[in-house]
């Protein structure tokens, strides 16, 4: 089984920085495609940065130049350091991983933290 825990998540005023975590257990964590994905109030839940396991990004529009997705694989962790930040940006983030277990494809998410950009 895998488990994704997130951390990080807090309130903050517009223009500043939170930097996210997110801790994998699992063996296969360094070949898993990991991403970030957000849910604010009343919209549906976006993606907001990929990495696959070769190090390649992609960025949603609304994001791009202000936010940075890296991971560790020594340390099986996957960040997300989001700077700039603005009242749009509040939302719960939840932490996703693609992992190969017993053979198959899972998808796995964390349970999601709390981030408040308040004007």
């Known amino acids: 089984q895998v488990q994704l825990v997130e951390s990080g998540g807090g309130s903050v005023q517009a223009g500043g920085s939170l930097r996210l975590s997110c801790a994998a257990s699992?063996?296969?964590?360094?070949?898993?495609?990991m991403a970030w994905y957000r849910q604010g109030p009343g919209k549906q839940r976006e993606l907001v940065a990929a990495?696959?396991?070769?190090?390649?990004?992609n960025y949603a529009d609304s994001v791009k130049g202000r936010f940075t997705i890296s991971r560790d694989n020594a340390k099986n962790s996957l960040y997300l350091q989001m700077n700039v930040l603005k009242p749009e940006d509040t939302a719960v983030y939840y932490c996703?991983?693609?992992?190969?277990?017993?053979?198959?494809?899972?998808?796995?998410w964390g349970q999601g933290t709390q981030v408040t950009v308040s004007s």
């Open positions: 996703n991983g693609n992992f190969i277990v017993g053979g198959l494809l899972r998808t796995y």
């Open positions: 699992g063996s296969t964590f360094s070949i898993a495609a």
């Open positions: 990495i696959n396991s070769g190090g390649r990004t």
